[in-house]
């Protein structure tokens, strides 16, 4: 198994606030990166802001703000929004730092070296929202095919990126690599666009000046999007690399992304690369889209899912848990306050909260909330401890394909089967029998291990109760890189721990 791990979230544009879906990926991301370090990676997890480009300009403009004022403030929106989502990000790249715009000026020297660039005249069709080019055919009802917006005609000199040379290349690199674009529906949209034939790729502008110049070219601002794809490098140091990041991380383990910017990714990107003679990703996994309450969420509506008002009304981990349980990573979900409400009182307030309440209650009531060393084994001992095995082992295979639900959904099991263990095993009448004692202190102790376990298990997902839960669970050492090596063998819980009771994690919601 590698021993780094780089996941990487899309740079948001700065043209507007942060919503739903950028809380979306880069809740994700921060969910592999914390996974991975617990299990003792070396990770490096990027993020970042998207800045030149037509549609920041125009937004500016619009503001009456100059782009690098309308950048500013917004970066830090998105900014406030990670430190509030407890997202671990290792570095934030802004595409205007200087760090940045030398790796685009030396990664298109080395495509223009590669004789990969030629001069020539652009004549076709432009979104600047999705900042895309489009050709007549790929328009639907004269729109943009991806976001339905009307698009622009462009006519004007422009340099093009041989991106036809790399079709061969490309198609070869896929069916070697099933596992490159995921989900499969993806890959497989992905190899008949390319088996259909790519043509060059315009990669420079001449109607405005917002962007990178290209090297000895008066006059041409890079394509955005070959701006904005080398962050990927750029944030890792490329090409000085004087902090060895880029030797250590390179190539990424996954660029996550929305399924709307998924041929950038899965066909510019890599004939980027292949030109440029740098190794290609080794996974890119889209994800699907968020509705609102059944509607597709706009500007003209007004109907953004605002993650500040989320966490304000219900708390992070509820937002954090709900984002990844309710739907699978790779398909569209509906984003509901009745669901997210639902979610909240039947598993984190009945299910979690209320395994951790009764187990520190009873602690506390019959031992003092004094750990003893189990004495009195029983048959259902055993399954609860196959069971915490299994569940570790689930979630690193679902971790592995990006199914954070299906890890939620494993986790959820092990804490429904610790209820259980308590219901059978009754410690209020063990409690009642002093003869019972040492089989209480065992039950007890059980129970109070799966809740450790379970802190460990949730901690990707939900870092500051799992937190919180350790502290009460009596843990001194944090839980941190190696915490998955070093703290999850059943039975680590010493005795003489004392267990703290405390206020309800997650109280429940009253029914409207
Ligand atoms: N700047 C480019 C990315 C460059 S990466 C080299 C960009 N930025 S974006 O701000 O418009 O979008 C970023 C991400 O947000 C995309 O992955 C997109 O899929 C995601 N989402 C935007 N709306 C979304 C939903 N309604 N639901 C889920 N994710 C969505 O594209």
Same mark, same amino acid.
Request: charged share 25%; glycine share 8%.
């Given at each position: 198994?590698?021993?780094? &791990? ?45 800045? *030149? ?21 917004? #970066? ?45 005249? &652009?004549?076709? %069709? ?10 007549? $055919?790929?328009?639907?009802? /004269?729109?943009? +095919? ?31 690599? +099933? ?38 070219? +008066? ?57 440029? /003679? ?11 889209? %968020? ?12 109907? =953004?899912?605002?993650? *500040? ?9 509820? =937002? ?39 187990? #520190? ?7 003092? /909330? ?38 939620? $959904? ?10 259980? &263990? ?36 949730? &901690? ?29 063998? %059943? ?22």
């Amino acid at each position: 198994m590698n021993s780094t &791990y780089y996941v990487t979230t899309p740079i948001y544009y700065v043209n507007d606030v942060p919503h739903i879906g950028h809380a979306y990926t880069t809740l994700a991301a921060d969910v592999l990166a914390r996974y991975y370090r617990l299990k003792g990676l070396e990770v490096f997890f990027l993020t970042g802001t998207d800045e *030149h480009g037509q549609k920041v300009q125009r937004a500016a403009q619009v503001k009456g703000l100059s782009p690098k004022e309308l950048a500013d403030q917004n #970066a830090q929106h998105f900014r406030d929004l990670w430190s509030k989502m407890n997202i671990s990000c290792d570095d934030f790249i802004r595409t205007t730092e200087p760090r940045h715009l030398n790796a685009v000026t030396y990664f298109l020297e080395r495509m223009i070296t590669a004789g990969d660039v030629y001069l020539g005249e &652009y004549e076709d %069709w432009y979104c600047v929202h999705d900042e895309t080019f489009y050709t007549e $055919s790929q328009l639907q009802d /004269g729109r943009c +095919p991806m976001c339905n917006r009307p698009v622009e005609k462009v006519k004007e000199p422009s340099y093009f990126f041989r991106l036809g040379k790399y079709q061969d290349r490309l198609i070869q690199h896929l069916e070697s690599h +099933p596992e490159f674009i995921q989900p499969d529906i993806r890959f497989n949209e992905i190899m008949s666009f390319v088996k259909r034939g790519l043509r060059d790729l315009s990669i420079s502008r001449t109607t405005f000046d917002w962007g990178v110049p290209i090297p000895e070219a +008066p006059g041409h601002v890079t394509y955005v999007w070959v701006d904005a794809l080398t962050n990927y490098i750029s944030g890792l140091g490329y090409p000085g690399d004087t902090s060895g990041r880029y030797q250590t991380f390179w190539p990424a383990q996954v660029h996550l992304i929305g399924k709307d910017i998924l041929r950038h990714h899965a066909v510019y990107w890599p004939c980027f690369l292949l030109s440029a /003679g740098l190794p290609l990703p080794r996974a890119i996994f889209a994800h699907g889209w %968020w509705t609102n309450e059944g509607e597709k969420m706009s500007k003209s509506l007004g109907n =953004f899912v605002d993650p *500040h008002q989320i966490i304000d009304t219900y708390g992070l981990d509820p =937002f954090r848990y709900f984002l990844l349980r309710e739907v699978p990573f790779g398909l569209d979900g509906d984003f509901s306050i009745t669901a997210l409400r639902g979610r909240i009182n039947a598993d984190l307030a009945n299910d979690l909260g209320n395994l951790l309440s009764r187990t #520190a209650g009873m602690m506390d009531k019959y031992l003092n /909330g004094r750990v003893s060393s189990p004495r009195e084994a029983e048959g259902l001992d055993d399954d609860l401890r196959a069971k915490a095995e299994k569940t570790f082992a689930e979630l690193d295979s679902a971790l592995s394909i990006f199914a954070f639900n299906r890890a939620l $959904s494993s986790i959820w099991e092990f804490i429904n089967m610790a209820n259980k &263990y308590i219901d059978k095993s009754a410690p209020w009448s063990l409690f009642k029998d002093s003869s019972k004692k040492g089989r209480l202190q065992t039950v007890l102790y059980h129970a109070t291990e799966a809740l450790r376990l379970i802190a460990i298990l949730v &901690y990707p997902f939900m870092p500051g109760s799992a937190e919180e839960m350790w502290i009460r669970l009596g843990q001194e050492e944090k839980i941190t890189a190696r915490t998955i090596d070093k703290s999850s063998k %059943w039975g680590g819980l010493k005795s003489g721990t004392i267990i703290k009771k405390g206020t309800s994690l997650f109280p429940r919601l009253i029914e409207d």
